[in-house]
């Protein structure tokens, strides 16, 4: 049977299959008409199904794009608006007639609650991502924030691409980083002024506590009874601890507001443990207990680190030893853990024979505020924020501080610091003499701490050393074998005197003896019986190599090899006075400044706040030029910054030193001061020695000019 189809024009129906399927007006009447003349064709069959197919998979997305409730805009080569989904007109209540034929970018600037100054600033995506930037949009029901992103598709296969530009609604998202802005904002705002109350605080608390120490230590070097100095003393020394307290608390704000900074500089390890161990020996002595440090020889001479903060957590470490050591004593090490051509690892180590962590305390007592011992009946005072403190110190300087310890047995605090080594090629061990190759050196003392400790370093020196405990075992050790030098500890169970006269005249080396500062009374006795030196506990290294030198070739000890530590009168200037200029609002302040001054020798003349400093500045004639000015930074009427700013405009030559004095200890004064033309800063309360050695540094009038 042949089957014959005509069209209103009388044309044939195509038979080609896919001639059928290209859309066409009519056509599911069309094939409804098919379908109902040619029923249980199978070809018919298969073309309904695949149409009824596409149909639902057509209406799936449809109706998928349009739940998603993202807004759909198709434009073509032109940015003329050729289609808009429902979800367009259901959020901004614009039919799709309205839209369609006009510019894409017009409509989506007449949508913005804040139109731009041009048409498509917004549309001009990531050609890679085609992301835009979010915009909000006036909707039907107020302003939305929307993220858009625009790609170009294919309508139809083979038809010309068109541009998509698809709009999302993401005004929660907007909401919440506003939210988070606002919250950063506040948080960075609330750091600032918290920066700001530490500043204010640390000026205003530092500046009576200069006053306090500076008078304590004028009253102490003016020849008072023992009464009164034993008063004097106890102020100074409360004192200080004041501002220690003051200094923690400063620093855990610093830690707290992200602004502790590391001035890191070319300087001595052996120096920095020496100095520690000789500023905390007074604490450890009066408890009874030893202190001493030691710098393994292969360690470098000189690192790059920063020697204050470095200082503080030893100094932390150590004096926690102390403060929790009843018997025995508190030894610092420092050795190499590795070494690079640029850099070198060095372990610090600092050990107690206190009473000991409790093994679930040992990671609390880094917390702030918190104690090895809480509740009111504790026997340690302090206020808990030295060793999170140090341990903030200590990640700044990409370590970890960690605790080793049993409770009853001691504990040992260490840490790993990786240093850059100098510029220059001094990288290699301090080289320490090795003059006593060959030699054998017998050291007689009880105590546990630093006797080990000068036993390495006679090794280091390239000698070998004995430790013995008591004149018995010394005696045996000498009868053994003989010994080219022999120290004997004053401090322990045995007399020094007793156990050289017990080892005997006849078999027993040179000698020296080691005593404490309290014991330099016995010294002529000591003389008397046979030692041919001393040294000062706790021992540097350069002393006791000097020592042991001069005892094993049997020559005099020099004066210079003795560590003798004794309060000294300041120093006056032989034949070169400064004329100096201080500028301080404080009248305490300026008295016990100006006595510091012009007990060293120096000519002193004040101002009450930065005005009165500027205008005595450029009055001062030609004669009386000032090599140095001391400028408080917070004064009345004219502050400190502003007064530095004019005297360094007056030009005057010769150029004089300028010092800020300051309570404020943070880096940004540092560069607020050094930019203003300061050439440094004093930090009060007023270091003496500091002090002396900035001054020491004024050259003279001839190479200042």
Not at 84 to 103: C, H, K, Q, W
Not at 397 to 403: A, D, I, K
Request: glycine share 6%.
């Amino acid at each position: 049977m042949i089957l014959v189809m005509t069209t209103s024009h009388d044309r044939p129906v195509p038979r080609d299959p896919v001639t059928i399927l290209r859309p066409r007006r009519g056509l599911t009447r069309f094939l409804e008409t098919i379908g109902a003349r040619w029923a249980g064709s199978t070809a018919v069959e298969e073309l309904q199904d695949t149409i009824w197919r596409l149909r639902e998979i057509t209406e799936r997305y449809r109706s998928a794009i349009e739940a998603s409730g993202d807004v759909i805009l198709r434009a073509d080569a032109n940015r003329r608006i050729v289609f808009a989904n429902e979800n367009f007109t259901a959020t901004f209540g614009i039919a799709e007639t309205g839209v369609l034929g006009r510019s894409l970018d017009r409509v989506i600037t007449d949508l913005a609650v804040m139109p731009p100054p041009n048409l498509d600033p917004w549309l001009r995506s990531d050609h890679v991502s085609g992301a835009l930037s979010d915009r909000e949009l006036s909707t039907r029901d107020g302003p939305r924030w929307f993220m858009g992103r625009e790609i170009e598709v294919a309508e139809r296969l083979g038809d010309t691409a068109v541009i998509q530009v698809v709009l999302r609604d993401v005004t929660e998202r907007h909401a919440m980083e506003s939210e988070l802005r606002r919250a950063r904002d506040l948080a960075e705002a609330a750091s600032a002024a918290k920066s700001r109350f530490l500043a204010l605080a640390s000026h205003e608390i530092r500046t009576p506590l200069n006053g306090i120490l500076g008078m304590a230590d004028l009253l102490l070097a003016s020849g008072l009874t023992s009464e009164q100095a034993t008063y004097a003393r106890a102020v100074r020394t409360s004192g200080a601890a004041l501002l220690s307290i003051v200094d923690d608390v400063l620093d855990l704000g610093k830690i707290e507001a992200g602004r502790l900074e590391l001035q890191p500089d070319d300087a001595s390890i052996e120096a920095v443990v020496e100095d520690v161990v000789e500023l905390l020996a007074p604490r450890a002595q009066a408890r009874g207990i030893e202190l001493a440090g030691y710098v393994a020889a292969d360690v470098p001479r000189r690192l790059i680190f920063d020697t204050v903060r470095l200082r503080q957590v030893l100094i932390n470490l150590a004096g926690n030893g102390i403060k929790f050591t009843e018997r025995g004593g508190v030894a610092i090490n420092a050795t190499l853990k590795a070494r690079t051509k640029e850099h070198c690892v060095v372990t610090f180590d600092v050990t107690d024979t206190g009473i000991g962590i409790a093994r679930q305390d040992a990671e609390r007592i880094f917390t702030e505020y918190e104690q090895g011992e809480n509740g009111t009946t504790r026997r340690y005072a302090g206020t808990g924020l030295g060793l999170a403190i140090s341990r903030a110190i200590v990640r700044r300087m990409q370590g970890e501080l960690e605790v080793q310890s049993e409770f009853g047995k001691g504990s040992t605090f260490a840490f790993s610091v990786l240093m850059p080594n100098p510029t220059y090629p001094e990288i290699v061990a301090r080289s320490d003499p090795a003059e006593l190759i060959g030699r054998h050196i017998l050291i007689v003392s009880p105590a546990e701490i630093e006797p080990p400790l000068l036993v390495r370093r006679v090794h280091d020196f390239g000698g070998t050393a004995l430790l013995v405990t008591n004149p018995s075992e010394a005696r045996a050790a000498l009868s053994a074998r003989s010994y080219d030098a022999m120290l004997v500890d004053q401090t322990g169970v045995a007399d020094a005197a007793e156990t050289l006269v017990a080892i005997g005249l006849d078999q027993r080396p040179p000698a020296a003896v080691l005593v404490a500062p309290s014991d330099r009374g016995t010294l002529e006795l000591m003389r008397h019986v046979g030692f041919s030196g001393y040294l000062v506990k706790p021992v540097r290294a350069q002393s006791i190599a000097k020592v042991i030198f001069a005892l094993v070739e049997g020559r005099p000890i020099a004066a210079d090899a003795l560590d003798v530590r004794v309060p000294v009168a300041p120093r006056r200037l032989e034949g070169r006075k400064l004329k100096i200029l201080v500028a301080d609002d404080n009248p305490i302040n300026v008295l016990l400044t100006r006595a510091m001054l012009e007990s060293r020798g120096h000519r002193v003349t004040t101002a009450e706040d930065g005005r009165q400093a500027v205008d005595v500045f450029t009055a001062a004639s030609s004669d009386m030029t000032f090599d140095v000015v001391l400028m408080d930074l917070h004064m009345p009427t004219l502050d400190g910054y502003v007064a530095i700013r004019a005297i360094r405009a007056a030009n005057q030559s010769p150029r004089p030193l300028i010092l800020a004095l300051t309570a404020d200890v943070t880096a940004e004064t540092e560069r607020a001061t050094r930019a203003a033309g300061a050439d440094g800063r004093l930090i009060k309360p007023i270091d003496a020695d500091a002090l002396d050695a900035l001054l020491g540094e004024v050259p003279s009038a001839a190479l200042r000019a």
